[in-house]
């Protein structure tokens, strides 16, 4: 398994995509520095999506709320669980089974 590093940091990332703009290749910037040519022709891609360059993707924005958005659909389905497995004990200890026309 190949060993993970942290996270390149913004700054580091906006240098490099300066440079692919300004003529450099990422292969170039890749021998130069750490990261592979695929992450800088990555981050080139995804900048253009920021700026409004590129259409073919989210932005950054939205793919944070698409993150944000699928952890609450997460947690919403958890809690739904653990309430539907709690009306039924409840259901089953009072040997009762509200009707349909209840508010639940």
Do not use: N
Not at 4 to 16: C, I, N, T, V
Request: avoid cysteine; hydrophobic fraction near 30%; glycine fraction near 4%.
């Amino acid at each position: 398994m190949p060993k993970s590093r942290p996270p390149y940091a913004p700054e580091f990332r906006r240098q490099m995509v300066e440079l692919v703009r300004a003529g450099r290749t990422p292969e170039e910037l890749s021998r130069e520095f750490e990261p592979t040519a695929q992450s800088i022709r990555s981050w080139v891609v995804q900048s253009d999506r920021d700026e409004g360059r590129r259409s073919d993707g989210l932005s950054s924005p939205e793919r944070e709320e698409l993150r944000r958005l699928r952890r609450e659909l997460k947690q919403v389905k958890l809690e739904r669980e653990i309430l539907a497995k709690a009306a039924a004990w409840f259901a089953r200890e009072t040997d009762a089974i509200p009707g349909k026309d209840s508010d639940s």
